[in-house]
């Protein structure tokens, strides 16, 4: 009892008013059947006491308890009156109904108010629930916008590292690098651009995880193709359940998710780049959406590294003849020669001039002029060695830079470029100049003598050359001695080399 006590304070009053109640019914219902004087003393205090219990049953037990106790004491207390003719037993039964009444109105407002109580319970519930679900999602929205935060502070990171690169190969490994860790969840990441000349997709940079072998599709899969083809991005959650693809897939590795977005240039799909996983279901539209704005910065700093490349070269790069110009072909002179001088090794400077290109340009034009510079450009790269520097001094006049090589050996590569136009000029049909005849033509070597116009052949050049350290110790000067030679060869009857 007492342990009962302790665990549940209210489960042993109920015991006990229990108890009470059974052992004031008995003694009730002894008294009340058996009668006499002792018995009619004590009755008036017993049924006190029974109104009292029967009064506490409906604080301690349900309802319906409460009426089978309130009718055990009930019923037995009417008929004891009824038989007996006793006064105070109406008295009692009076009380019992007062004192019944009250309790079961009380008991009544006490259920009401304890329900009315358990539905503001209920609704404090449910507004709990509410709220902690709004907070919930409020979590979540936050943790989502937080996320996009970050990837979009990434974005403006990635940007400005993107702004500083002018070279696309380092341009697409810092893409590839910072998809890779930032979208995660990817197995491999590659980059495809287009080769124009191929006219097929040309891997130019990756990056995958120590665990996946290495790359051996260099030429892109039907997932390229077909973002290439349509020029949208593309997410597949299970390549075995896209219809649109083959279940014939890389036996390189496992692929079962996809992502990938076309690099665009202006309204043409250059590349394409993509991420794969292993596992179906690894990506998002937050996903696709982030990688489509990095494609777009990606594609933005690839047309500006190929616009710096183009000026660039446009400014080293004489446009008409495609070789160096001036002062691209000092500076890598000026780097030869101090590069000869630590190793000791000889540097030898050709200097080239296209004969009587002046009398030929007022002949034909300077379409024909272009002509004949375009073709001794060609002539140079072809027949000097592959190591040599070609350059358009000024005009008519080329250079080329020739790294250790000894005036002798200049001096034969100088002839091999003289015979190679020469030959070049006489096969092909190119108007010539004859010298003039009759009264206008002057004495040979006047500087004023014309020539007449011809067609067939007979561009000729004059070259000098010079090498360093024999003829000159500073570049300036390597330039001025060949250019002397030169002039020396022209005066000697041009069509001629002149090497000391």
């Keep these: 009892m007492s342990e009962l006590a302790l665990r549940n304070p209210l489960a042993a009053l109920r015991v006990l008013v229990a108890l009470a109640t059974l052992v004031v019914w008995a003694t ?11 018995g009619q003393g004590i009755l008036h205090p017993l049924c006190l006491l029974a109104v009292s219990v029967a009064t506490y049953a409906w604080v301690f037990y349900p309802t319906a308890w409460s009426l089978a106790v ?11 009156w009824a038989v007996g003719r006793l006064p105070i037993l109406g008295v009692d039964v009076a009380a019992f109904v007062v004192l019944g009444g009250v309790a079961a109105l009380q008991r009544r407002q006490r259920a009401r108010r304890f329900k009315r109580m358990r539905q503001l319970v209920d609704d404090l519930q449910e507004e709990r629930t509410v709220k902690e679900q709004a907070g919930e999602l409020a979590r979540q929205t936050c943790e989502a916008l937080r996320k996009k935060l970050s990837r979009y502070t990434q974005l403006q990171h990635i940007a400005e590292e993107l702004s500083k690169l002018a070279d696309r190969e380092a341009i697409a490994q810092l893409a590839v690098e910072r998809v890779f860790s930032l979208i995660g969840k990817s197995d491999v990441c590659l980059l495809f651009l287009v080769d124009q000349d191929l006219q097929e997709l040309s891997l130019l940079a990756s990056k995958k995880r120590e665990s996946v072998p290495n790359i051996r599709a260099k030429h892109g899969d039907q997932f390229d193709r077909h973002v290439l083809r349509s020029q949208r991005p593309l997410l597949v959650n299970d390549v075995r359940r896209d219809f649109r693809f083959t279940t014939t897939l890389s036996t390189e590795r496992s692929i079962s998710s996809v992502i990938a977005c076309p690099l665009l240039a202006g309204q043409n799909a250059e590349g394409v780049l ?5 596992s179906p279901g690894a990506y998002t539209q937050d996903d696709l959406r982030f990688l489509d704005i990095l494609l777009d910065l990606v594609a933005t700093a690839m047309t500006n590294a190929h616009l710096f490349a183009q000026t660039q070269r446009l400014a080293i790069i004489d446009g008409l003849t495609g070789v160096l110009l001036r002062r691209a072909f000092l500076e890598q002179l000026t780097r030869e020669v101090v590069r000869s001088g630590r190793s000791r090794e000889p540097v030898s400077v050709l200097m080239l001039d296209v004969d009587r290109f002046k009398e030929y340009n007022d002949a034909f034009g300077h379409t024909a002029g272009d002509l004949v510079l375009k073709t001794v450009a060609q002539l140079l790269q072809e027949t000097a060695p592959p190591d040599a ?67 067939g052949g007979g561009v000729t050049v004059s070259l000098g050359a010079a090498t360093f350290p024999e003829d000159a110790q500073v570049e300036l000067e390597l330039i001025r001695v060949a250019d002397q030679r030169l002039y020396q060869a022209k005066h000697a009857g041009r069509n001629l080399v002149c090497a000391s």
Excluded: C, H, M
């Design 28 to 38: 009730l219902i002894t008294l009340l059947s058996g009668g006499g004087s002792v």
């Design 274 to 278: 993509r991420l794969d996983s292993a």
């Design 389 to 455: 520097v070609s350059a358009r001094y000024g005009g008519e006049e080329f250079a080329v830079l020739l790294p250790r090589t000894k005036r002798l050996q200049a001096s034969d590569i100088a002839e091999r470029i003289r015979r190679a136009v020469e030959q070049r000029f006489q096969q092909a049909p190119y108007p010539t100049l004859l010298p003039a005849v009759g009264p206008e033509a002057g004495s040979p070597g006047d500087p004023g003598r014309r020539s007449r116009p011809q067609a």
């Design 70 to 80: 309130n009718a055990a004491f009930f019923i037995p207390l009417v008929w004891g």
